[in-house]
C-alpha cells in the first residue's frame, strides 16, 4: 500500500478579529459561512477561536479567527499573508455577491481576472482583505458543500478556500519552501505574482507568492492573518514533516494535537505555516444539526468550562435561518 505524506491542498486560514460577534454576523449573514465551531484559543483559553466552513465542515473549506483582548489593529505591509480567497461555482456567482455587498455596505472592487479565474476582491468591518474566486473554469482538488440552512442560495453559496496570497521580498526562500519542499509546482506568473498549486491543484490548492521589494512590514493584530495550514492526510504524515523538518534544521513546534485535528507550525521568515490533518474533523463532541451553537472545549479544557465562560463575553450563535 503506498503511504502518501503529500501536502493535498489547502487546509484553513486562521485571521484575527477586532469582535468575534461581530464577525460571526458578517460570515454567517452576509458570507453565508456556516459556524462549524466556537471554541477557544488552546494557548490563550481566554480568547474565542470561531470557525467557519462550508455544511459539514469539510477541511480545504475552514476560515478561522482568534480575537485576542486588548490586540492592536494590524497594519498592513509586506512579509505578511496578504489576501484569503473563498470558491464560489460560477461567474454569476460573482455578481449575486457584488449586488450582496452592496445591500450589506460591504466595500468591494469590481469583479476582474487573475490568472484565469474571475474575482470579486472585498474588505470585512476590520479591513481584512477576501475575495470570491470563480471554479467556473477550475479543474484540480473538489470544493465542498454549500450550506444548506445558510442565506446565500446553493447555486450561488461559498464552497470552500481558494487561493492564498503571500506578499514577502524574500521570493528565493519561499520558493524554494513551497517548490522544493513542500512540492508545490510554478504554474503561471503574472507581473509580481507567481502561482503555485500542490497535489491535484486548482482553487483549493493554491498559494500566490507576491514579490515586493518597496513597502514597508506588515505589523500583526486585528485585521490581518496570523497563519495559513496546508492539508495533509493523517497523524503519519505529521511524524514525517516533522523529521523533514528537523532533518533541515528548521526550527517547528513538534506535534500539537487540536483535537479537531493533528499539527505541526514551522515558521518560514515570517510567515507562519501549519501542516493539519483532514481529520478527525468537526462532529466529534457535536451534532451535524446544531455544530457551532454552545461553547465547545476539547477535553484537557473541560475542567475549566467554568473558569473561561465566566471571562469571555458570551453571545448566541444559534442559526435560525
Not at 470570491?132 to 444548506?148: F, M, Q, R, V
Not at 503555485?196 to 493584530?221: C, H, K, L, P, Y
Not at 486585528?222 to 523529521?243: C, P, Q, R, Y
Amino acid at each position: 500500500m503506498t503511504v502518501n505524506f503529500d501536502v493535498l491542498g489547502l487546509h484553513h486560514v486562521t485571521a484575527m478579529t477586532s469582535d468575534a460577534e461581530k464577525n460571526y454576523k458578517f460570515f454567517t449573514e452576509v458570507l453565508g459561512m456556516r459556524l462549524v465551531k466556537k471554541t477557544v484559543n488552546q494557548d490563550d483559553i481566554y480568547t474565542y477561536h470561531t470557525y467557519f466552513a462550508d455544511d459539514l465542515g469539510s477541511s480545504g473549506t475552514v476560515m478561522t479567527f482568534f480575537d485576542f483582548p486588548n490586540n492592536p489593529k494590524g497594519v498592513q505591509g509586506n512579509n505578511s499573508i496578504t489576501r484569503t480567497s473563498f470558491r464560489v461555482p460560477n461567474d454569476e456567482a460573482l455578481s449575486y455577491y457584488a449586488d450582496r455587498f452592496d445591500t450589506f455596505d460591504v466595500s468591494h472592487e469590481e469583479i476582474k481576472t487573475e490568472f484565469g479565474k474571475k474575482v470579486l476582491k472585498f474588505t470585512d468591518f476590520d479591513n481584512q482583505r477576501y475575495q470570491l474566486i470563480s471554479d467556473e473554469n477550475n479543474e484540480g482538488i473538489k470544493s465542498g458543500t454549500a450550506w444548506k440552512k445558510g442565506p446565500v442560495p446553493a447555486e450561488f453559496a461559498i464552497t470552500g478556500l481558494g487561493p492564498v496570497e503571500i506578499t514577502i521580498n524574500y521570493p528565493d526562500q519561499m520558493q524554494i519552501w513551497l517548490r522544493d519542499v513542500l512540492g508545490f509546482k510554478e504554474t503561471a506568473t503574472e507581473g509580481a505574482a507567481t502561482l503555485f498549486e500542490a497535489g491535484e491543484g486548482g482553487n483549493g490548492a493554491s498559494v500566490i507568492m507576491v514579490t515586493d521589494n518597496e513597502s514597508s512590514v506588515a505589523r500583526q493584530g486585528f485585521g490581518e492573518v496570523h497563519h495559513v495550514a496546508v492539508m495533509v492526510k493523517d497523524m503519519e504524515a505529521i511524524n514525517h514533516w516533522t523529521k523533514r523538518m528537523n532533518d533541515l534544521g528548521l526550527p517547528n513546534s513538534g506535534h500539537v494535537e487540536r483535537y479537531y485535528f493533528d499539527s505541526l507550525y514551522v515558521r518560514i521568515g515570517y510567515i507562519l505555516f501549519e501542516f493539519a490533518t483532514d481529520g478527525p474533523g468537526f462532529m466529534g463532541d457535536e451534532p451535524y444539526e446544531t455544530m457551532g451553537e454552545i461553547l465547545s472545549l476539547a477535553p484537557f479544557l473541560e475542567p475549566k468550562r467554568a473558569e473561561i465562560e465566566a471571562a469571555i463575553r458570551p453571545f448566541d450563535t444559534k442559526w435560525e435561518g
